[in-house]
């Protein structure tokens, strides 16, 4: 089946220093790359989607690209905020009609003034 | 905007209790998706459902029971509630036209005590 793999937290980071968070997948079928954010107290909500290999997505000043060859879609910061801290998700949808997600076991960032 | 509602938001259960947690949202969607997260594991799929009056077996469905009455409405039934069982509970829901991105409910705290 379908798993994703990603860095295991917590992160503790101080703010303006920079964010990478590693995400690795497996499926045998084409994926759709997602990153999830989940702030404290509240449900997990997309942070943004990559649907083709090789592309990158963004929002928020976060961005990430779906590297087919290394079956890799890595969460990237350049200067992270307080307000940033949260439990991010790496998650894929593999090809076929059920329209599941697997996700990753989240990593717990905490940004420090 | 999407919207995906949850009742109740916490809840405090016996042993060998009856739980029914409540899901229903509007965005008019096919898909929708109960989760449990635990610390460690991440968010794990416990049942879905593409369609009104059928349910889906997810990845960990065992003492879990699902009802979907409606589009709108999906309920997760605990008829059994062990101390397992103590976890937060998230429904979501997704648009078959789309990506596969989905929409998340605020979350259930459930305690069995």
């Known amino acids: 089946g379908d798993s994703v793999t990603q860095t295991e937290g917590p992160v503790t980071l101080s703010e303006g220093t920079s964010l990478t968070v590693n995400c690795s997948y497996e499926?045998?079928?084409?994926?759709?790359l997602f990153w999830y954010v989940q702030y404290p107290g509240e449900g997990p909500q997309l942070l943004f989607k990559?649907?083709?290999?090789?592309e990158k997505g963004s929002n928020r000043g976060f961005e990430a690209t779906y590297n087919k060859e290394a079956t890799s879609f890595h969460l990237q910061k350049a200067s992270v905020q307080e307000s940033d801290s949260a439990v991010y998700y790496c998650?894929?949808?593999?090809?076929?009609?059920?329209?599941?997600?697997?996700f990753g076991k989240g990593t717990l960032l905490t940004v420090t003034p | 905007e999407a919207a995906v509602t949850q009742s109740p938001r916490s809840k405090v259960a016996v042993t060998g209790g009856k739980v029914t947690l409540s899901c229903h949202q509007t965005?008019?969607?096919?898909?929708m998706y109960w989760y449990r997260q635990d610390t460690g594991h991440g968010l794990r799929l416990i049942h879905y459902?593409?369609?009104?009056?059928?349910?889906e077996k997810g990845d960990i469905p065992d003492g879990y029971k699902a009802s979907r009455p409606s589009q709108e409405n999906f309920s997760l039934i605990l008829e059994l509630a062990s101390l397992s069982q103590t976890a937060v509970y998230f429904c979501?829901?997704?648009?078959?036209?789309?990506?596969?991105?989905?929409?998340f409910g605020p979350g259930t705290r459930l305690t069995v005590l």
């Open positions: 990559v649907p083709k290999a090789n």
């Open positions: 998650a894929l949808r593999s090809g076929g009609s059920n329209y599941k997600l697997t």
């Open positions: 965005n008019n969607h096919d898909y």
């Open positions: 979501a829901s997704s648009d078959v036209s789309g990506f596969g991105e989905q929409y």
């Open positions: 499926t045998k079928q084409y994926p759709t």
């Open positions: 459902s593409y369609v009104a009056d059928s349910t």
